[in-house]
């Protein structure tokens, strides 16, 4: 069911349910590397939601195709609304529907940059009126159900995925191979903003595309996708995802508001 | 063709092509009155967007679902991002995509409050880079384009839109009377913040629901929507939106920078 | 009754009786053509609250000389607070004056840009502590009691309106004819910052200066201004809002809090 | 010469006129004690640069009526914008004028709480632009040129100027004696959020009705003002502020810029 | 006792008593003239404070060691955080420890430009939960005690109390002599940003770089500090500021609240 | 050598020096669990600095010791600045130090929630000056060079390490056992924020103290420390961080300046 297909007399009592489990799916239109879309991290979670909505009941917002994408604007394409923004705007979806009754909400990500503004916003409405938000990030809790589905910005985990969900927009007869510009011998990228120094990662804050300028890294190369690593996995990721919000609505709200 | 279906290497090129026009819809998700589902406001500028793609060549942005609805709040299933944010979403899609050489900026709104912020943002980046930013508001051209199209929140002009659009999600036989508690006698509502008043009109800012419970005001009231209306005011609006983005191309930027 | 003219004391028993009637004049400070002065759009509700005091009793707060001017800073002497600063400037004014007791509020605005600034804050304090919120914006509501009176940016109306209010400050024989450089051919400015195309008319965000280098356009080039004019405009006016002052007066707020 | 009255063409000389002296009076709209109008803070400056106008040639921006009194808010009729929006009002007025030309600019200040926000934004475009800002208190200033002339918030010094001023907006005759409730023994209130402890004064921070009901207090009591007094403070502050203005616009602006 | 010293077990007594007196030193790093130390403002309240722990039982919270130094940051190793972030930071610091029972906060501060960051914040927490909040400044404070402790920036006084509290930083045979270099004839430099003009000192908003070069003015130049000054000083601080604590903490908190 | 312990006149060569290496310790004022100190956070970075300083040449910034703590503000003594405030404290340390020539921050970081305001204000002044920033985590870092010093917040790992750097500040003996309120059977809380459903790990925003009601939660519970692994540990990180500084300041700038 998804809200924007309602009316709102029809909303209000879905809302005003308290087993409803509002999923919100949310991206980044962001450089991918040298194959992905640009709107990858979007268009999975819209995927999924899709696919969650027809094994389970839930209410699905609008998916947001904007987040916090500041390390990639020097690739053209990439739209960054900024920390502080996709704060206000996760606070606006959060406060709106809470002040209409919906307590449990879970947040299909498709982008780790996201984090910290849904964490704050979502903490200021569990706090405000007991409600709960999981956190649903598909790319670290793939490699988490098999090893082999490993993570990496815009490399072949996330092209996998696109060729499942839309073959059609991903071309791997166009991939040329990555190239990386270390910083000097003593530091060697293991991701877009990470160095292995003495066998330890650091966090490296520098133009990304200064160091990796075809923008995909960290995994494997996107050249390693297949559609059937990416068939596989999205069919993991619906099923766990479904169960997972099955498990949510049971959790019993006045345990957590008697606290 | 779509933003979020390139890569950013295919996108670049594109982006840096003077003539190339960017067309960004926008809406909002709130309340639209007894009938109209909570998406109509960015439904329709989705569904017209991919009708001008058919027909002309447009590099469009991902549909922007929220927008400024704080009027609307407290009807079930509306989601405000205020003022504030929206004017710092639109500058993060204007800034970003300028930075890599975008100069023709056309926003399809399907939502009067988002005016002023698309305004300030797009008068910043005008300035910062000489770019073009015009603003299609289709409810408003619409009768403009014939009169008996006539224009109201929430009411059979959106409502008759839907039914063309998505007819599945508007069902005409659940459409209750418009109730309106006018202020005093003096004051008779004629939109859903304004009065008149001895023949002239003043804005009057309050809840909207105390004073239009069932949240659609202004032109026809719901229940007088047509599928055939709604046909031939969107086939208008396409066809018009199309042409003007041919000429929009046309402007010699030259002419612009110059002055 | 000017609240600046007493003390706290005197000031307290006003704010709390539930009739008053707190009137707020606002404009701004910017361009108004060729020979309209910069201060026109407060001098005029400075001068339309003076008349009204006198006829009706209410409380007008200091006139707020500057606002949301954004669209007319390449003009010298063009002073703009921004959008979000008018924000919190009519916040301050309304939450301030609410907590003592003020329930009526009547904003009387002498410039459009204003407008989103006063509804957002306006609306925020109707639903803090169900206060009414008007807002009489003069230069549209004139047109709507004389057709004649027809309505642009810093064109004859506002002109003709100074010449009644402070004729010193106008002198039509210095008044240059008004340039227009139109955008191209398909495209004929209507207003400042709209053009008309295939005969409907579209927002077109682009620095002022580049399409009207004089700067007054919309309605009537300023010439045709004339004092008999601005008398008979004024006058209604001034008739208008009082009669306007103690109808809202008499609005019973039970009927609007108890909603 | 009043920048509002100017017409645009008009101002345009005057702001690129490196001799400009431009004068912003600034106030408050807050409590003044038992007598003194809520408007004391910017009245005064209101009238002391219309007296300026007359004797030197300067460029008088409209008064702003509205400061920081947030420590007021308890007393009816304070208006309080804030720091924050200060600052963004102080910062529109410095920058639209120094883009267009002005680089001498002097502030007459009724209310020491606006001066942090003046100061930051005056710094701010003395570092952009060169420009010059002075701060004239003229408060602060009254008492250097003679002793007699103590001050304190909402006390004689203030009701004395506005005797001068505008005589008919205080009546003495209704002048409440001065209640303090002093925090303990060893706290004695010296100002409004002062206390004098072993000798030495310390800021206490505290809602000021608490302490200080009838809201003025620091040098002598209301009660001891005289029209006398205002008027030799007066014209002597008239004196020195058209003094000053004549000198500084002497200061040679290229011994500035160079360094 | 150091708030970081205690777990949150420990820590929860001592802000739920009603008698803890919470000291928060705070100052800043910047330029203090040409021998200062950049840390003077906040290694001398970090010193107070621990001298103020073994006389008196306060808690204390860690030291803020960068404040409001926008005047300042033309000075190398000048960090400035800016009035509104400061005003964010006291705001986080009075709100978490009110939240859990802190009622007593004397501020500790040693750079006057933080004051209306600390008013402001403070005043908020004090209308909130009824707290009261003392600011202790040492430098304004030290002149009352002993007239010949007279104060200005970067100058002998600060120079005096760093000889005392950290003597190892401060090299007074690498004291170059003041420079001021003056804007014309008339105005003569009395602060850093004040001039003496007929007899009154006017602010003069500028960067300090251009008027002052060694950054230190306004008492006595820095080569007049002695050791023995900043021991007498420092310790009659320490007398003063301990005496206040025992005298503040017995201020009856409910005459405060039942106002 | 520390910022704060120098003059400007003695800064400003240091700062303009290309080879400097500006280490910025953070932290956080927070809850430990049941026997870490509130200052773990800063305490430890201000060590390790102290340490780092003894081995190599770095200039030292004051210790910052309040970040992001909004997790934590139901335990007492917590103080949170919030994710914006870090942002601007953050971008005023590296605008302030690359104005005067620092190009190469290390920041020594002893809090998670710190590090998206870090990243994002690094990021900016690494694109306006080319700045290179490092982010050294310590207790990230630690496991990754020995398994055993297994990481979570306010557990064994911090309370050793606080035991080597501060052992008068931890009591072991009155250290409680460490309580978990179950969400549900399905969901079993991994860390302080996330909870294991079906193999993996998933974030769940939720006010902390209901779920892990002493507050230290992830790896080894706190009475699992030994002032052993402490030593180790931190002979380990001082090692390691002094390491990277040196080889950090070798980092050709003019390879990344070019690019």
Redesign the interface.
């Known amino acids: 069911m998804?809200?924007?297909?309602?009316?709102?007399?029809k909303?209000?009592p879905v809302?005003?349910n308290p087993d409803t489990v509002v999923v919100i799916p949310i991206g980044s239109?962001e450089?991918?590397?040298?194959?992905?879309?640009?709107?990858t991290d979007?268009?999975i979670p819209e995927w999924i939601t899709n696919e969650m909505e027809k094994r389970t009941d839930i209410l699905v917002?609008?998916?947001?195709?904007?987040g916090v994408a500041?390390?990639h604007?020097s690739?053209?394409?990439?739209?960054?609304?900024?920390?502080?923004?996709l704060?206000?705007?996760m606070r606006?979806?959060f406060t709106?529907?809470a002040?209409?009754?919906a307590r449990r909400f879970v947040v299909v990500n498709g982008h780790g940059g996201n984090?910290?503004a849904?964490?704050?916003a979502?903490?200021e409405i569990?706090?405000e009126t007991g409600a709960?938000?999981?956190?649903?990030?598909w790319w670290s809790?793939a490699p988490?159900?098999n090893k082999a589905w490993t993570t990496g910005h815009g490399d072949a985990q996330e092209v996998a995925a696109m060729m499942h969900v839309?073959p059609e927009?991903v071309d791997l007869a166009d991939c040329p191979k990555t190239v990386v510009?270390e910083?000097?011998e003593?530091?060697a990228f293991t991701h877009l903003?990470a160095i292995r120094?003495?066998?330890?990662?650091?966090?490296?804050?520098?133009?990304l595309k200064?160091g990796i300028p075809q923008?995909g890294f960290g995994g494997l190369a996107s050249e390693n996708a297949t559609a059937q690593w990416g068939a596989d996995m999205m069919t993991a990721i619906v099923d766990?995802f479904s169960?997972?919000v099955e498990?949510f609505r049971?959790?019993?709200l006045d345990?957590?508001e008697d606290?």
Do not use: C
């Not at 998804?2 to 007399?9: E, G, N, Q, T, V």
């Not at 709960?132 to 990030?137: P, Q, S």
């Not at 066998?199 to 133009?207: E, I, M, T």
């Open positions: 998804k809200l924007a297909h309602l009316s709102w007399r909303a209000e809302l005003n239109t450089q991918h590397g040298p194959v992905g879309p640009l709107g979007w268009l917002t609008p998916v947001i195709p904007f500041t390390h604007t690739f053209p394409g990439t739209i960054d609304m900024g920390l502080e923004t704060i206000a705007v606006g979806v709106n529907l002040k209409h009754g984090d910290p849904i964490e704050k979502g903490l569990a706090r709960l938000v999981a956190l649903l990030n809790i988490q159900l839309h927009l510009n910083l000097s003593d530091f903003s120094y003495k066998g330890a990662v650091v966090k490296l804050v520098r133009d200064r923008g766990y169960a997972f498990d049971k959790v019993p345990r957590i606290r």
